[in-house]
């Protein structure tokens, strides 16, 4: 059996391509699994529950289509889905993890996450996450009327853009001794994360202990996966639908 990660898709309307090559990895790839984990960004924007469009349903009936078939399916809001919550977890069968979980991966124990908790130097992001993230705040945007929470969801997509055209690359990356503290808090050796869009296996010594930081890919320009068995850890990626290339990176 195997397990299966993915993160950073920003499936949208707009991007069938990437839809596409998604809908065919969750239908030919992801039922041979044991489980799959979503770990965040899934959406370019995910704006409520309540989305009745025709684009979030086929998602919801992918994912549905899924779980039904016994593999279980994983996923940790990202800072593009937040908002990502009970009815849409109820609704597809899909289980939704704190924003930090350790899990078991063929005996290692992993932390994974989306990988934004990790950039302390993005002090403007933090910031923006913390507002968002309160309950109350939350509770109320919930109660809006769908149309109203898509003009506001719009304008802050826009400023997001505005504010990331600004900002240094490094900022954006993660914070190494951010990274090391996590791992110490949660007392393992391997960290999986998306976020960042910088695929790579990150190997480097803690206090004298041997870590790895596995980063997932996104899906701008090919399906990104990290493919996992008793066997091996590798970084994959899944071409677009006319495209040919795929390649691995192995971690063992």
Known sequence: MTTLFISDLHLS??????????????????????????LGDLFEFWTGDDDKSDFAETIRQEFKALTDSGVKCYFTQGNRDFLLGK?????????LLDDMSVINVYGKRALVLHGDLLCTEDVKYLAFREKVHQPWLQWVFNRLPFWVKEKIVSKVQGEIRDDKQHKDLTIMDVTQSEVERVMRQYDVNLMIHGHTHRPDIHRFKANGVECTRIVLGDWYEQGSVLFCNTETTELQTRPFEGSSREHGQLLS
């Open 13 to 38: 309307p707009a991007t069938p391509e990437i839809t596409a090559c998604f809908i065919k990895f969750i239908r030919e790839e992801a039922p041979q699994a044991e489980a799959l984990y979503v």
């Open 87 to 95: 009815r849409f977890c109820q609704q597809t069968g899909v289980e």
